[in-house]
């Protein structure tokens, strides 16, 4: 197939707007974290960046879309380094795929990190981002989306990786807040946002990339490209809405942390059913995922696992609404056709909907706890108590994020210039 | 001499200063600090969880007022600072056994 100029454009865009939404999301967490640990929780989405990029070059790529391997699981390793990658896909050159799912790989493992704010070892992270990457990402990421993939021929529908990257996130989250345990003082210690500016720019910057997310999944600039770019609009619209009147009616004050989380919410529902709805079916998804959402959240003070920014109750249960409702109200008239409950008035493509559900769940949720085990047991996962009240931004990487000791210039026990001594001798050389 | 220290809202800051200036007052000190009396801080809501914030901020002001202008000078802190409603705060006066001018030397008085 003859290359694409419009369509290459639009995926090589398209994959620029996804890298934006880890920026996005480490301001999203940041802000929500707690000022003595908002250098670490970025410094989690930064660091997917720099290690997946390089992980999905080496053999990333090659195990979730190469040929061979075991085709229903996992692909072979024909091109590994990108070596020997066909030049042309369909439409586009290869490496505009290869570049765009990148991205999704990268976002996937920075969303586990909201559940591990403050306390989670860095060194250990960065060995868990590539270990996670292999052992679950990859092969999920082939299951439903490479053409001999099982879910794939199962018929499941998932358009821009409500599975892959939501559901399988929001798993793996839970089990890696689970090993990690509770931070200290948690629930009864408030731990409140730090800069609530922070998490809308966030939410913004998320939304922003996530037009590329969605819109990019069609791999071509055409009509399917602008539904699902609709949908994004309008789903993200209604869910934002939706969560702040839930807090309205039950809290007494809509919150910016509400709409920024509701936000999140209907993008995270729409990504699967982007192509399978009418703007109409988006609105009513919107709704239903944000108010659900924002009642799911207060799932882990019932169950008692502390998943600090709360990324199963938005991912894991936004992405379960958004695969879901594809089998119960998706639209035959999307471009990806959804013969649902209501459209077809057939069960079939919900089971399936349910089964792809069902088996992320449990392949990301068992691996990821046993690597975390692991790991804890290995490398030790969580920082020492000492850290953790101190703050892990100094702890962990010898910063802070803010000068609070603000008597107008250097501070009242604030750092004193330390310039390391070959420094000094060269600036007492130059003067 | 007394000190005066007036724990009082933020936002009043600028009227008791303009206050003190007017009375004659030469100098203060002002810091932020946070506490709560009776007023008991107040509750955030953030995804549905509820904050207790009880300690909540506030401006420390101090003044050094030769002893005659002591009651004079805590009733234009008093007027200056009052809204009427709960959380407006507390004066109140120490005695201070000396005074130094750290330029000069000067003790007493003169160093106010």
Known sequence: MEIDSGNTAWILTSAALVLLMTPGLAFFYGGMSRAKSVLNMMMMSFVSMSIVSMVWVLWGYSVAFGEGGVPAFFGGLDALGLVGLEAEGEGYPSLAFVAFQATFAIITVALISGAVADRTKFMTWCVFVPLWLTLVYLPICHWVWHAEGWIFKLGAIDFAGGTVVHINAGCAALALALVLGRRKGWPKEPMRPHNL???????????????????????????SAALAFVNTLVA?????????MVEKLRDGAATTLGIASGIVAGLVAITPAAASMTPLGALVLGLVAGAVCAVAVG????????????VVGVHLVGGIIGALAIGVFGSLAGTVPAASLLSDGSAVLLGKQAAAIGATMAYSFIVTFILGKVLDMTMGFRVDEEAEATGIDIAEHAESAYDLNTSSTGGLG????????????????DA | MKLITAIIKPFKLDD?????????????????????????????VYR??????????????????????????????????????IGDGKVWATSVETVVRVRTGETGADAL
Not at chain 1, 303 to 310: A, I, N, R, W
Not at chain 2, 55 to 83: C, N, S
């Open chain 2, 48 to 85: 549905g969880a509820e904050y207790k914030v009880d300690v909540v901020p506030k401006i420390r002001l101090e003044v050094l007022v030769e002893d005659e202008d002591l009651d004079e000078v805590v009733d234009v802190v008093v007027k200056a600072a009052q809204t009427g409603k």
């Open chain 1, 236 to 244: 993200t619209g209604a869910a934002g809405f939706a969560w702040i």
């Open chain 1, 197 to 223: 500016p922070f998490v809308l720019l966030g939410a913004g910057l998320l939304w922003f990339g996530w037009f590329g997310f969605n819109g990019g999944s069609a791999l071509a600039a055409n009509e």
């Open chain 1, 414 to 429: 604030g750092p004193t210039a330390a310039p390391i001594a070959g420094d000094i001798k060269k600036v007492e050389a």
């Open chain 2, 16 to 44: 008791v200063k303009a206050a003190l200036e007017t009375f004659g007052v030469k100098g203060m000190t002002v810091s932020e600090a946070s506490g709560f009396g009776r007023q008991k801080g107040h509750t955030e």
């Open chain 1, 299 to 310: 799932l882990k003070y019932r169950l008692g696992y502390d998943d600090s920014l709360d």
